[in-house]
């Protein structure tokens, strides 16, 4: 055993940079390694300590179709949850490089229109039929466009605001009879509100999570401001608020801004966003007028839109109230 010893020292002393060179190089790795195994831990307790400080949230829930009263109940139930609070989102607008790789949103309204002159329901169906109008000619557009450079054909569809359940449920009604269309669009339009309820809920959204796919065959979406946070599509190119509050809901708009193709294309009818407004032509003008505005384009339907209906359907003439 002697010998061996100085066996060893003999060896270290005649390469002694030689050991040491190592011997710091074992002790680095074991530093280094120690400190990548406590690294997480460390973080872990470190942003805990954090955010029972600042009181930030430790779990976000996002809905896509938005969460009710009942739903942030529910929420405070759950065992071991100590709070929970609720909030809204904004949608922003981002430039790069002085480009904006959104859709352009405008509005489309009748030249020198008179609100007054027609009663709620004929403006919520003068403003549907004109929008299913502009839909129409959109989608022919986006399938020239698509088979004339080769990209996949983009399948659009309309988003119409209702105020509440009750006049959603009129809408639907209005849409899904012959009245419209000859009914062409009863089998291609979904509800979407808080009186959903069960399987019919869940078939909803599981329609609206599949809008962009080729196979899904829905048109129009109407809905009582419960696409919030969460539903974003690429497909969304023509909105149609109904007697709503506002002139226009940017948080709406932003529903639809994406760009199909993931860029601007340079062709006006691909990367617009248009939404139907007449009964506030006056405000439409100003707030395109103003700077700061997220519209700043004003476009009237005779001249944005061919007279294309459904499969080849007659359009229905100007000021038919379609009943």
């Not at 948080?251 to 009818?269: A, M, N, V």
């Amino acid at each position: 055993m002697k010998a061996f010893n100085k066996d060893i020292v003999r060896s270290i002393r005649h390469s002694l940079g030689r050991f040491v060179a190592i011997a710091a190089i074992v002790a680095l790795g074991c530093g280094f390694y120690a400190g990548l195994r406590m690294t997480a831990p460390d973080m872990k307790l470190a942003a805990d300590a954090y955010y029972d400080g600042t009181d930030l949230m430790d779990i976000r829930v996002v809905s896509t179709l938005g969460l009710t009263d009942e739903d942030i109940e529910a929420l405070r139930d759950v065992p071991g949850v100590s709070g929970v609070e609720a909030a809204y989102s904004a949608d922003v607008l981002a430039t790069l490089n002085d480009e904006q790789y959104v859709k352009n949103p405008v509005v489309v309204t009748r030249r020198d229109f008179n609100a007054g002159e027609y009663s709620d329901n004929q403006l919520d169906r003068m403003k549907l039929l004109d929008g299913v109008r502009l839909h129409e000619s959109t989608k022919a557009k986006l399938e020239v466009y698509a088979r004339t450079f080769g990209k996949r054909i983009v399948k659009p569809f309309v988003l119409v605001v209702a105020k509440d359940t009750e006049h959603s449920k009129k809408i639907m009604e209005y849409v899904s009879s012959p009245d419209f269309f000859d009914g062409y669009y009863a089998d291609k339009v979904i509800e979407v509100n808080s009186t959903k309820k069960g399987a019919e809920k869940d078939e909803n959204i599981e329609l609206l999570l599949s809008l962009e796919k080729p196979e899904n065959k829905i048109e129009i979406v109407i809905h009582v401001n419960m696409l919030k946070e969460g539903w974003d599509v690429t497909n969304l190119y023509t909105i149609v608020p109904l007697r709503t509050s506002e002139t226009l809901t940017e948080q709406t708009i932003g529903r639809g801004l994406r760009l199909p193709y993931g860029e601007r294309t340079g062709d006006e009818y691909v990367d617009r966003l248009s939404i139907v407004s007449h009964d506030k032509y006056a405000a439409i003008i100003a707030e395109a007028n103003d700077p700061n505005s997220l519209v700043r384009k004003v476009y009237f339907i005779d001249a944005v839109a061919d007279d294309v209906a459904p499969q080849g359907r007659e359009f229905c003439p100007e000021g038919h109230d379609g009943a």
